[in-house]
């Protein structure tokens, strides 16, 4: 066990849901853990809530106002932390929205909105805090961004988007967005190809996004001296908001969140994605779902990647 009370780790997103559940499972750890959530009453509600957990030390839970979208926010929340702290060993960015209500018909102010919280928010509070993570002590510094499976890239039919994706480069994946933003505009999503899983394109596309910063923020990190481990994972079908309630617990979907946060540095990796505790790369990322859900969900699933559009399942449906 490398870590202590000493230890400092922040949750963005984290007054509910998934979130909550990662912060609880640090907090359970020992970890000094930081909430954060854009609304302050919700936010101090949820940090009440822990503290009345009697397995937890309430002396190490903490509580800061943070919007992913906003610049002064992150800004306000960074100098925060190092007044309070004087730095962090773990981030882990789990804020994100998805638009249910225009599922297989994004609206461009819809996707403008899901892109910027779950790419450009979590590209802003990483890059924000990067100078504040411990970087050079024996255990390193770990960021996990929460994504998933709807992102792998063999769902992406769009050939000239798959490569500028996988140069890997800031600039071309700007280019991305834009792109998608005026395909969205002119209806042209199913003939260019885009992914469409569950209808959820932009959703779809943010966190294919986020996969590929994670990947360039890893590979520039490692040229960089110090211990960063920067990477992907996705909770699988996790019972949230987001979900409508469908699927395992937030316990289990936080799972492989807290085994990358507390792995000893020499059992650690960079520039990855996990499902299930394990590495499963980008391209096929696999559906996670507790041992007794219905396998039909995992056909529609692996239906949905093959066609990649909405599917049928009437579980699904119900969700949205």
Not at 10 to 32: D, E, P, R, W, Y
Not at 78 to 86: L, Q, T
Not at 141 to 153: G, P, Q, Y
Not at 168 to 189: A, C, K, N, P
Request: glycine share 8%.
């Amino acid at each position: 066990r490398w870590w202590s009370k000493d230890t400092i780790a922040v949750v963005t997103g984290s007054n509910k849901g998934l979130g909550f559940g990662i912060a609880q499972g640090l907090a359970l750890k020992g970890v000094m853990t930081v909430l954060t959530a854009r609304d302050e009453q919700r936010g101090l509600a949820a940090l009440n809530s822990l503290k009345q957990d009697q397995r937890i030390n309430p002396a190490t839970l903490q509580f800061h106002v943070l919007d992913v979208r906003s610049p002064s926010s992150i800004q306000n929340f960074a100098k925060w932390i190092e007044n309070k702290f004087g730095g962090l060993d773990i981030l882990v960015n789990n804020a994100g929205i998805s638009r249910n209500e225009h599922l297989g018909n994004p609206t461009v102010e819809g996707s403008k909105d899901v892109i910027s919280t779950n790419f450009y928010g979590t590209r802003m509070v990483t890059e924000c805090l990067l100078h504040l993570m411990r970087s050079q002590s024996h255990h390193g510094a770990r960021i996990i961004n929460v994504s998933s499976a709807t992102s792998r890239m063999d769902a992406l039919r769009n050939q000239t988007v798959v490569q500028k994706v996988s140069k890997l480069s800031m600039e071309t994946l700007d280019e991305v967005v834009g792109e998608f933003i005026e395909d969205v505009e002119h209806g042209r999503l199913i003939v260019k190809g885009w992914t469409g899983i569950f209808g959820a394109y932009d959703y779809c596309l943010s966190k294919l996004l986020l996969n590929a910063y994670s990947r360039v923020l890893a590979r520039d990190l490692s040229k960089q001296g110090g211990k960063f481990f920067v990477n992907c994972m996705c909770p699988g079908l996790t019972s949230t908001d987001m979900s409508r309630n469908n699927g395992h617990s937030a316990q289990i979907g936080a799972d492989t969140v807290i085994w990358l946060a507390l792995l000893p540095a020499s059992k650690s990796t960079t520039g990855r994605f996990f499902s299930n505790r394990q590495d499963v790369g980008f391209d096929h990322i696999p559906l996670y779902l507790e041992k007794g859900t219905s396998s039909k969900l995992l056909d529609e699933f692996d239906e949905c990647i093959r066609t990649s559009m909405p599917p049928l399942h009437p579980v699904f449906l119900k969700m949205y």
